[in-house]
């Protein structure tokens, strides 16, 4: 099935919005970095190309980003569902509208992440999953406990999984201050839907 996008522009008062490079030498001397972006599919180009109005910012950002999320000895499609749940809690529609092709590739079902906000019972999200998201929660809401992820993973998980949320919280804020979401967010109809405060995702 095909699916209908539909723009979605989200506009926060007394917020600065910086636009996208037009600068030619900036733009290809960041060239291969949204090269990578649009090839995984996340963070999306939008935030890169903001960044590079500071092209050593946007390329020394991008290599952290994709080393936290798509290497390591973390399950990358744990670190997606990771990355999906804070984007649903800073309600950032930018970053709930991208998500990671390596995922899709490696089997993530669709099914799994819109069941995310019910993933404490749900029966598809094994206990490594869930004691990563709840430690992406207790992040978000400024409780830092370690000893849950050290109970279930190696001292190497949880630095890269400390490092993960927390670059990726800190990042939600500054796509927020951003007002990205009125640049580029689209969104499957149905998946819009999901996303909506009160409806299951």
């Known amino acids: 099935m095909t699916s209908t996008y539909i723009p979605i522009t989200t506009f926060h008062e007394d ?15 960041i060239e291969s970095v949204l090269e990578t972006a649009e090839q995984n599919g996340t963070p999306g180009q939008t935030f890169l190309q903001v960044l590079g109005h500071r092209p050593e910012i946007a390329e020394t950002w991008a290599q952290t980003w994709n080393t936290a999320l798509y290497e390591g000895e973390v399950n990358h499609c744990l670190k997606e569902l990771v990355r999906i749940r ?26 799994k992440v819109r069941s995310l906000d019910n993933y404490e019972t749900d029966d ?15 992040f978000y809401h400024d409780r830092h406990d370690f000893n849950s992820l050290r ?16 670059l990726q919280d800190g990042s939600e804020k500054i796509v927020s201050k951003l007002n990205l979401e009125s640049e580029c967010c689209e969104l ?10 009160g409806n299951d995702k």
């Open 151 to 166: 109970e279930t993973f190696s001292d190497p998980e949880v630095v890269e999984l400390a490092w993960l949320v927390a």
């Open 86 to 111: 804070l984007a649903q809690l800073h309600d950032c529609l930018y970053c709930q509208g991208v998500g990671s092709n390596p995922a899709k590739e490696l089997g993530l079902p669709d099914a």
């Open 124 to 138: 598809r999200f094994s206990k490594r999953e869930r004691v990563a998201l709840r430690f992406a929660e207790d």
């Open 15 to 29: 917020m600065p919005v910086i636009d996208p490079i037009d600068d030619p030498e900036k733009q290809s001397a």
């Open 188 to 197: 499957p109809a149905d998946e819009q839907a999901a996303t909506l405060p």
